[in-house]
């Protein structure tokens, strides 16, 4: 499956491949404000997963600065 990761108010993205890139994605974008995460499909459609991952994003701006999980 491939994601969208939309930050900097939807004027940046990058595309993850798979649910591990993904992951190593949003550690990397710890100090960005994430605005949405989309899964993208074969056909072009996309669905918002951002609620789902939000847990991630969380944790990882928390470890970025100081605050522990």
Known sequence: MRY????????????????A???????????EEISDIRKVYKSGVSDSVLETY??????HRRAAYGYGY
């Open 54 to 59: 939000r847990n991630y994003i969380r944790r």
């Open 21 to 31: 890139d993904l992951l190593e994605w949003l550690k990397l974008l710890k100090g």
């Open 4 to 19: 969208r990761i939309e930050y900097a108010d939807g004027r940046c993205c990058n595309f993850a491949n798979g649910r």
